[in-house]
C-alpha cells in the first residue's frame, strides 16, 4: 500500500479534471480525494497498490480532453487509510 500527494498545474480547473481523475481512480480501485486549491492547482490524494498509483499518476499527466497539465509535483507519503472511495472534495 502507498500514498501518493500529486499537485498538478496548468489549465486544471474549469476543465472536468477533477472528474477524469476521480473517474480514472475509481477505475484503478485507488482511495483519496481530489480538489482545487486557491492558487488554480489541483491536489490529488491517493492511496492503493503502488502500480496503480503510477497507472493515475500516468493519467493525470495527460488531464482531461480540455486540461493542460504543465507540471506534476509527487509526493509519496505513509498511507493512512483514512479513505474508503475516492471522492471529489468542494
Known amino acids: 500500500m502507498k500514498r501518493a500527494k500529486i ?3 496548468g489549465k486544471v480547473q474549469g476543465v472536468s479534471y477533477r472528474l ?3 473517474k480514472k481512480a475509481n477505475k ?3 482511495k483519496g ?3 482545487n486549491k486557491s492558487d488554480g492547482s489541483v491536489q490529488i490524494i491517493a492511496e492503493g497498490e503502488e502500480k496503480q ?3 493515475l499518476i500516468h493519467e493525470a499527466r495527460k488531464g482531461s480532453f480540455l486540461a493542460r497539465v504543465d507540471n506534476l509535483d509527487i509526493k ?6 483514512d479513505y474508503d472511495d475516492f ?3 468542494f
Do not use: C
Open 7 to 9: 499537485t498538478a498545474k
Open 20 to 22: 477524469y481523475i476521480k
Open 28 to 30: 484503478l480501485g485507488l
Open 33 to 35: 480525494t481530489v480538489r
Open 53 to 55: 498509483i503510477e497507472k
Open 76 to 81: 509519496y507519503e505513509k498511507p493512512t487509510k
Open 87 to 89: 471522492q471529489v472534495v
